[in-house]
């Protein structure tokens, strides 16, 4: 068969790494041709969207840029819309679109639609293919554009009569393609002046940050924290790179967060922030760290700087050489001690006050999350937990512990992410990946159980179900002088257990606590996708700082 565009795209992508393809299939076929025969896999997904959140945790959990597709028209606006979670969570996502055949643009062609613009607010690097020959090298620097700095979708729009033009082929060998230096030379001087500036503090307090996690660099953090007895805060995407067991973790801070945690940053007198963008999910809509607070900060990427806080120390550094800096000025030299026991003696009693809470019986027929989590924690050291934006990244942010690094993805802000992503994430890492979303999450994406069962992913997908979007009904409950609007809430129910089962997974229903412990331990013997499904009250209520103002919380 004679050479075409299509193969083109297919070498670029293998040579440059690519061995995974998602994508739900659109009709260009040279396209599907070239890459089974190039031994690029093929996941297909049940939606657009769904390839890319697959994409998206893909990426995410082996930090190497994902490749996903979309057709032209209403594919491609699906896959534009997706991309907004990928930017968010700074991830290497590289979206391909076919686009209106160029002999039949602007005659009203069926589904012709100017699909390139929509790509703009939503990647760093938006390309399209004017003719044939650009095609093997758009493709390829599309893909190093994804990784160049800091990490971020990029997209190539090429028309669908390209890809089965012929083509002589690449011309020479693809060189590696450059993933991110790991390393930066920092800037000792400054490192030094906040070291100075951490050692005259009475009140020090380091807010982790998602960058610890992207560098790796948790356990020369947690060494940091130990030889200066700095305690530290995360920020839900910083939650990974702390274990939940070292003992100067205090908690997760935010509008999701421990309300201990909060309360301790808002008193620090100078905060050591690495990895943080500073948004406001991060600090409470701006409220913590305090706004007196001196805020020392180090990013890799420079806009990270940036923010409200105007701090007053920014080093531009990967977090390792950071770190090596600083404690290159301060060594073991123990700082603030009498804040340190401080800090420390509140987290654990926060930690009793939810032990307690754990352990208070749920209502007959129904389970709370916080029971729910208790016993997933049990396994914390074993699985890898992905979790949906809204209430239940609060419930697994705050409450589910870090035994392992890395082990935490969860959605930066679009709901039914998780479940998809989960599918990406277990493709990447292997093993044992739990997915918790709720009934309003999973209706995005219910139909991908069946791509689980398709390719045999060990996933267990949690679905808190309560019949309703819950976080719209306590707004409305608590925050509108209970003007409850049950019609703009209320699902009717629904059995997910059964709908599994009739996708071709394993599903169970569970209203009480032994059978969640029974339904997980068959989950985690399970060698393919199984559903659990957890009946909820609605009444319960997360670690969300949203409701502060009408109610108290102790959790």
């Known amino acids: 068969m004679e ?17 995974k393809f998602f994508m739900l299939t659109g009709g260009d076929q040279p396209l599907w041709i070239a890459l089974k025969a190039s031994g690029v896999q093929m996941i297909v997904g049940r939606s657009e969207a769904s390839a890319v959140y697959m994409a998206d945790g893909y990426a995410r959990a082996n930090g190497k840029p994902a490749v996903v597709y979309g057709q032209a028209g209403p594919g491609a606006a699906n896959v534009a819309a997706a991309l907004a979670d990928p930017l968010w969570a700074q991830s290497p996502v590289m979206a391909v679109t076919g686009a209106t055949d160029t002999r039949f643009r602007h005659i ?58 012929p083509s002589k082929g690449m011309e020479r060998q693809l060189p590696p393609l450059v993933l991110p230096v790991a390393q930066s030379t920092g800037d000792a001087q400054v490192a030094a002046d906040m070291a100075e500036s951490l050692r005259k503090a009475e009140r020090p307090m380091i807010l982790v940050g998602e ?22 805060v995360a920020t839900m ?36 922030v690495l990895g943080s963008r500073l948004g406001g999910l991060a600090t409470r809509g701006y409220g ?30 990967d977090m390792d050489t950071a770190l090596t800096q600083l404690n290159a000025s301060l060594g073991r030299e123990k700082l603030a001690p009498a804040w340190l026991t401080r ?3 509140a987290a654990s009693a926060w930690r009793r006050e939810v032990d307690q809470a754990m352990a208070v019986e749920e209502k007959p027929g129904v389970v709370s999350p916080m029971a729910f989590l208790a016993s997933l924690s049990r396994l914390a050291g074993e699985i890898t937990l992905v979790a949906d934006t809204g209430y239940m990244a609060a419930w697994t942010g705050v409450l589910f512990p870090i035994a392992r690094y890395d082990s935490f993805f969860r959605a930066t802000g679009s709901l039914g992410w998780a479940l998809p992503a989960s599918l990406g994430v277990q493709i990447a890492r292997g093993g044992k ?89 068959a989950a985690m013997r399970c060698d393919g996708p199984m559903v659990i499904e957890v009946v909820t009250d609605p009444e319960a209520f997360p670690p969300v700082t949203n409701f502060d103002a009408v109610m108290e919380r102790k959790i």
């Open 237 to 272: 995407g910083g939650k990974p790179a702390v274990l939940a067991s070292h003992p100067n973790f205090i908690g997760v801070v935010g509008r999701y967060s421990a309300i201990t945690a909060n309360s301790i940053l808002g008193d620090a007198d100078v905060v050591l």
């Open 108 to 165: 009203n062609e069926y589904q012709d639609l100017d699909q390139f613009a929509m790509f703009d607010s939503v990647t760093r690097w938006n390309g399209r293919a004017e003719n044939p020959g650009q095609v093997a090298s758009l493709v390829r620097q599309a893909l190093q554009m994804t990784v160049a700095g800091t990490p971020a979708p990029t997209h190539l729009d090429i028309p669908k009569d390209y890809f089965a033009m």
């Open 211 to 232: 960058g610890v996690r992207f560098a790796g660099a948790w356990e020369k953090l947690a060494r940091f924290s130990s030889d200066t007895g700095i305690p530290m």
């Open 343 to 345: 800090c420390t003696d």
């Open 288 to 317: 913590v760290p305090s706004p007196k607070a001196t805020v020392l900060q180090v990013d890799r990427d420079p806009s990270a700087f940036v923010n409200p806080y105007f701090p007053e120390l920014c080093l531009m550094s």
């Open 433 to 521: 990946t739990v997915c918790i979303t709720g009934d309003g999450g999973v209706g995005y994406h219910l139909a991908d159980i069946e791509t689980a069962v398709r390719y045999r992913l060990p996933v267990v997908i949690v679905i808190l179900n309560n019949n309703c979007l819950a976080f719209e009904y306590h707004e409305q409950k608590y925050r509108w002088g209970g003007q409850v609007i049950h019609e703009a809430n209320d699902f009717t129910p629904v059995n997910y257990a059964a709908a599994a089962t009739a996708l071709g997974a394993e599903g169970r229903r569970v209203v009480n606590r032994a059978e969640v412990d029974a339904a997980l331990d």
């Open 3 to 19: 050479r075409n565009v299509a193969n083109d795209v297919a070498d670029v992508l293998k040579g440059s790494g690519i061995d």
